[in-house]
Nanobody, 125 residues
Framework: QVQLVESGGGLVQAGDSLRLSCAASGRTLSIYKMGWFRQGPGKGREFVAA????????HYADSVKGRFTVSRDNAKNSVYLQMNVLKPEDTAVYYC??????????????????WGQGTQVTVSS
C-alpha cells in the first residue's frame, strides 16, 4: 500500500504563490504516476496536473497551464505542485493521488489507486 500526505495549503491573496507537497510512503517503488486533483465548493474532483515516473512526462489542465508546475524529488519520495499567480477560482481542496497503473490515462480519478487527505487552498480577491 501507499500512504500520501499533502501539506502546504493556506490562505493567500490573488497573485500570490504556494507550493504544495505530497509525501509518499509504503510501496513507493510501485508508483507509476502521481497526480494532483482539486475540488471546489459544489464541484466535482477536477484534474490539475500529473507526472509520470516512467516517462518523466508532465500534464496540466488548461486552466492551470503556465501557472502551475508539478515536480518530483525521488530522494524524498515526494511530489510538489508549485502554484503561481493564484486566482480566486483556484480555491479548492487539493488532493495528491498515486497510481500503480502503467496506462497513459492521467486526467481521471479512476486512474489512481491511492489518495491523500487533501489540503485546503483559499485565494482571496
Amino acid at each position: 500500500q501507499v500512504q500520501l500526505v499533502e501539506s502546504g495549503g493556506g490562505l493567500v491573496q490573488a497573485g500570490d504563490s504556494l507550493r504544495l507537497s505530497c509525501a509518499a510512503s509504503g510501496r513507493t517503488l510501485s508508483i507509476y504516476k502521481m497526480g494532483w486533483f482539486r475540488q471546489g465548493p459544489g464541484k466535482g474532483r477536477e484534474f490539475v496536473a500529473a507526472i509520470n515516473y516512467g516517462g518523466a512526462s508532465t500534464h496540466y489542465a488548461d486552466s492551470v497551464k503556465g501557472r502551475f508546475t508539478v515536480s518530483r524529488d525521488n530522494a524524498k519520495n515526494s511530489v510538489y505542485l508549485q502554484m503561481n499567480v493564484l486566482k480566486p477560482e483556484d480555491t479548492a481542496v487539493y488532493y495528491c493521488a498515486a497510481s500503480f497503473d502503467s496506462s497513459t490515462l492521467y486526467y481521471t480519478t479512476t486512474a489512481y489507486n491511492y489518495w491523500g487527505q487533501g489540503t485546503q487552498v483559499t485565494v482571496s480577491s
